[in-house]
């Protein structure tokens, strides 16, 4: 009994740890969009141009490289 809750925990991290890489990787994306918008480099749309999206857009990848540092580490450590 005791192994297969064993087994059942070590599923559990493994989600976690895709699942922080997969948010990570969605973060990265959208806020360097957002941070592209920002800056004016990605047109069409109220964002362009607006140093507010730039700033979210920042926070938004830095939150997604240490979800994706935490993740890769955690799965690294097995």
Known sequence: MAAEWAALDTKGDDMRV???????IICVLMGGLWFLQGIGVVGGSFMTGSKLWLFIGLVVVLAGIALLRGGFRARSRG
């Open 18 to 24: 895709w699942g922080a890489i997969v948010i990570g």
